[in-house]
């Protein structure tokens, strides 16, 4: 039987699709103090946002009459015939927000028109609007909203920790603010500052602001006019890519959007200036026509859809590619940009492949080589026999340890070994590759897939063990964050100490680092940090165990060795014997596998030496 939904029930259906937690019903009341002419913006909190969320504006302000119907559904002043919704420049429109937000929280709003004298108050709880009165209230508007989701306990559950949610509402605050520079932001969470920004800023300096001095003198703009198309912003130089796409930031007619062939046309306009698997900083500001762009396909309006997306598309490569041409000469590229027109070979199957460009010496493990194969024919195979020795038994190897600087190069061909119970012969090849001889014929490892593996291992047993082996820091790094990076970074704190990475605020945006995991210390505290958030921002909605194991495995992913990593003599012993010892050696943590077996059967079959 058809029934017409009570409008209690409808509500709480609507916000669903509006309100998932405190930092969207801070989106929406900040895009509504912005759409009221607002200059300065307060948001606070409390508990993350669940007990409180409170903000307040200097805008225009709203009557009584406005008031009256502000929780209405579908109670909108930006719309008022259908072709309004096909020329939207304001921020909201459909008239959702405030509605949603009463059906799930105890709301209040205290507006005063500007020029009036007396301000106006209505509360709204579980849908149920009171009439406005006459209160006492500055030129603007405050709406507090109390107990979110205390009517739906269920939806309550999923919020996170409290230093999550705050790191959320400062990610959504640091999209407002850089696509407004000219309004002045705050962020106040249980009386801490946690984000403050003057008005009346360019760009430029909004954007050091947030990200640090790391892209002071780093930021090439580019500009791009064309078919009605306005394009303008900044491109970061190859020196400060990042391995996640924490740092692009695209805005459409100042609207904060996130557009994956935007993004992919900004990546080809990198093309040749960076290694596989960094992701070039951004921030684009598009200026369109209203009708040839359709804000209202999804209910946070953060997804558009183009009438000529061809025309978007190219405008942002060629804008990016023509200031990177320019840019080119700039001693402050810092080597990031290739001697000669092409870029260093790709590895497309390996997403890992090339994480960072590390002088030799830096990990413990990877030797950079040169060249992953010798030019001459004669020079690989005078290669490949010197490099097909044994695996020894691992009393042999305690025995012998290889010198920290090894390198995978042999002035001779080396004596064959002594056959024996255990000993296998092995071979790196191609710099990228091992082929393991055994009983039953060979197998081919996946050099950083298996050394990804093994590190995985050793940090993940001490994290369950709840025995992080951590190196303490001889000088503690200092690093430089957003707003909202520094928010994740903090909420991740107990996660971090359990994988043995000690970091404490210190100052401002910056954390101080103080220890790092044994295994991986070498990597670096700032390219470990840049990795944690990476792998932190894709499993945001993870459960606690799970989101720690990805940060562990992502980690372990960027501190293995690479494709064209040489390897000495002893560090494939060191891996291969690890390999025979472990119980799941077969996968890395993000399930690829570590090895290919080819038996002898095979390859009698292969030469046509068996039916």
């Given at each position: 039987m058809i029934r017409i939904l009570p409008p209690h029930i409808a509500n709480k259906i609507a916000a669903g699709e509006v309100i998932e937690r405190p930092a969207s019903v801070v989106k929406e009341l900040v895009e509504n103090a912005l759409d009221a002419e607002a200059t300065r913006v307060l948001v606070e909190l409390e508990e993350g946002g669940k007990k409180l969320i409170r903000v307040t504006d200097d805008g225009v302000g709203m009557g009584v009459e406005d008031l009256a119907l502000a929780f209405h559904p579908h109670a909108t002043s930006k719309i008022e015939n259908p072709d309004d919704l096909f020329q939207i420049l304001s921020y909201g429109f459909r008239g959702e927000a405030l509605s949603s937000i009463g059906s799930v929280a105890r709301a209040t709003i205290l507006s005063r028109r500007r020029g009036e004298t007396l301000g106006h108050r209505i509360d709204c709880e579980r849908s149920e609007v009171g009439a406005p009165h006459e209160a006492g209230a500055p030129e603007g508007t405050m709406v507090e909203v109390r107990d979110l989701f205390y009517n739906t306990p269920a939806r309550r559950k999923f919020l996170k920790a409290d230093g999550s949610e705050v790191a959320r509402v400062t990610e959504i605050v640091t999209r407002l603010a850089l696509a407004r520079p000219e309004i002045r932001f705050e962020v106040v969470h249980n009386g801490r500052k946690v984000l403050r920004c003057e008005g009346a800023e360019d760009i430029e300096s909004r954007l050091v602001r947030f990200f640090g001095k790391e892209l002071d003198g780093k930021l090439v703009p580019v500009a791009e006019e064309r078919d009605g198309l306005s394009l303008r912003g900044f491109i970061g130089l190859p020196s400060v890519a990042k391995p996640s796409a924490s740092r692009q930031f695209v805005f459409m007619n100042d609207r904060y959007i996130k557009d994956r062939s935007i993004s992919h046309a900004a990546a080809q306009g990198f093309e040749g200036f960076l290694s596989s698997r960094r992701y070039p900083v951004f921030f684009l500001y598009i200026d369109l026509d209203p009708k040839t762009v359709d804000v209202n396909v999804h209910p946070t309006k953060v997804e558009v859809r183009f009438r000529d997306r061809n025309l978007v598309f190219s405008a942002v490569k060629r804008a990016v590619a023509r200031a990177l041409a320019i840019a080119r000469p700039m001693a402050d590229l810092g080597g990031s940009i290739p001697a000669g027109p092409?870029?260093?070979?790709?590895?497309?199957?390996?997403?890992?492949?090339?994480?960072?460009?590390?002088?030799?010496?830096?990990?413990?493990?990877?030797?950079?080589?040169?060249?992953?194969?010798?030019?001459?024919?004669?020079?690989?195979?005078?290669?490949m026999e010197a490099g097909l020795f044994g695996l020894v038994p691992s009393e042999t190897v305690r025995s012998q340890p290889a010198p920290s600087g090894e390198r995978c190069r042999h002035e001779g061909p080396r004596p064959a070994p002594a056959a024996g119970p255990g000993a296998f012969r092995f071979l790196q090849i191609h710099a990228s590759y091992i082929l393991v001889e055994d009983d039953e014929g060979f197998y081919i490892v996946d050099q950083h897939a298996l050394h990804e593996r093994m590190l995985f291992e050793k940090i993940w047993r001490r994290v369950e063990e709840g025995a992080p082996d951590s190196q303490r820091l001889l000088v503690p790094e200092v690093v430089e964050l957003s707003p909202a990076e520094r928010e994740r970074f903090l909420a991740m704190k107990d996660d971090l100490d359990a994988i043995g990475f000690v970091i404490e605020p210190f100052g401002g945006d910056s954390v101080v680092v103080q220890s790092l995991p044994q295994d991986l210390a070498k990597r670096g505290a700032r390219k470990l940090l840049e990795t944690m958030l990476g792998a932190e921002e894709e499993g945001f909605d993870l459960p606690l165990r799970e989101l720690r194991r990805d940060v562990v495995a992502t980690m372990a992913c960027r501190a293995a060795v690479k494709f064209n990593d040489r390897l000495s003599d002893a560090q494939i012993r060191e891996l291969l014997l690890w390999e025979r010892g472990a119980e799941s050696s077969a996968a890395c943590p993000h399930g690829r596998p570590t090895r290919l077996r080819i038996t002898l059967a095979e390859l009698e079959r292969r030469f046509q030496r068996k039916e």
């Amino acid at each position: 039987m058809i029934r017409i939904l009570p409008p209690h029930i409808a509500n709480k259906i609507a916000a669903g699709e509006v309100i998932e937690r405190p930092a969207s019903v801070v989106k929406e009341l900040v895009e509504n103090a912005l759409d009221a002419e607002a200059t300065r913006v307060l948001v606070e909190l409390e508990e993350g946002g669940k007990k409180l969320i409170r903000v307040t504006d200097d805008g225009v302000g709203m009557g009584v009459e406005d008031l009256a119907l502000a929780f209405h559904p579908h109670a909108t002043s930006k719309i008022e015939n259908p072709d309004d919704l096909f020329q939207i420049l304001s921020y909201g429109f459909r008239g959702e927000a405030l509605s949603s937000i009463g059906s799930v929280a105890r709301a209040t709003i205290l507006s005063r028109r500007r020029g009036e004298t007396l301000g106006h108050r209505i509360d709204c709880e579980r849908s149920e609007v009171g009439a406005p009165h006459e209160a006492g209230a500055p030129e603007g508007t405050m709406v507090e909203v109390r107990d979110l989701f205390y009517n739906t306990p269920a939806r309550r559950k999923f919020l996170k920790a409290d230093g999550s949610e705050v790191a959320r509402v400062t990610e959504i605050v640091t999209r407002l603010a850089l696509a407004r520079p000219e309004i002045r932001f705050e962020v106040v969470h249980n009386g801490r500052k946690v984000l403050r920004c003057e008005g009346a800023e360019d760009i430029e300096s909004r954007l050091v602001r947030f990200f640090g001095k790391e892209l002071d003198g780093k930021l090439v703009p580019v500009a791009e006019e064309r078919d009605g198309l306005s394009l303008r912003g900044f491109i970061g130089l190859p020196s400060v890519a990042k391995p996640s796409a924490s740092r692009q930031f695209v805005f459409m007619n100042d609207r904060y959007i996130k557009d994956r062939s935007i993004s992919h046309a900004a990546a080809q306009g990198f093309e040749g200036f960076l290694s596989s698997r960094r992701y070039p900083v951004f921030f684009l500001y598009i200026d369109l026509d209203p009708k040839t762009v359709d804000v209202n396909v999804h209910p946070t309006k953060v997804e558009v859809r183009f009438r000529d997306r061809n025309l978007v598309f190219s405008a942002v490569k060629r804008a990016v590619a023509r200031a990177l041409a320019i840019a080119r000469p700039m001693a402050d590229l810092g080597g990031s940009i290739p001697a000669g027109p092409a870029a260093r070979p790709r590895v497309e199957h390996e997403k890992e492949a090339a994480a960072d460009a590390e002088p030799a010496g830096e990990r413990r493990w990877a030797q950079p080589s040169a060249s992953a194969i010798p030019a001459a024919r004669r020079e690989r195979v005078a290669e490949m026999e010197a490099g097909l020795f044994g695996l020894v038994p691992s009393e042999t190897v305690r025995s012998q340890p290889a010198p920290s600087g090894e390198r995978c190069r042999h002035e001779g061909p080396r004596p064959a070994p002594a056959a024996g119970p255990g000993a296998f012969r092995f071979l790196q090849i191609h710099a990228s590759y091992i082929l393991v001889e055994d009983d039953e014929g060979f197998y081919i490892v996946d050099q950083h897939a298996l050394h990804e593996r093994m590190l995985f291992e050793k940090i993940w047993r001490r994290v369950e063990e709840g025995a992080p082996d951590s190196q303490r820091l001889l000088v503690p790094e200092v690093v430089e964050l957003s707003p909202a990076e520094r928010e994740r970074f903090l909420a991740m704190k107990d996660d971090l100490d359990a994988i043995g990475f000690v970091i404490e605020p210190f100052g401002g945006d910056s954390v101080v680092v103080q220890s790092l995991p044994q295994d991986l210390a070498k990597r670096g505290a700032r390219k470990l940090l840049e990795t944690m958030l990476g792998a932190e921002e894709e499993g945001f909605d993870l459960p606690l165990r799970e989101l720690r194991r990805d940060v562990v495995a992502t980690m372990a992913c960027r501190a293995a060795v690479k494709f064209n990593d040489r390897l000495s003599d002893a560090q494939i012993r060191e891996l291969l014997l690890w390999e025979r010892g472990a119980e799941s050696s077969a996968a890395c943590p993000h399930g690829r596998p570590t090895r290919l077996r080819i038996t002898l059967a095979e390859l009698e079959r292969r030469f046509q030496r068996k039916e």
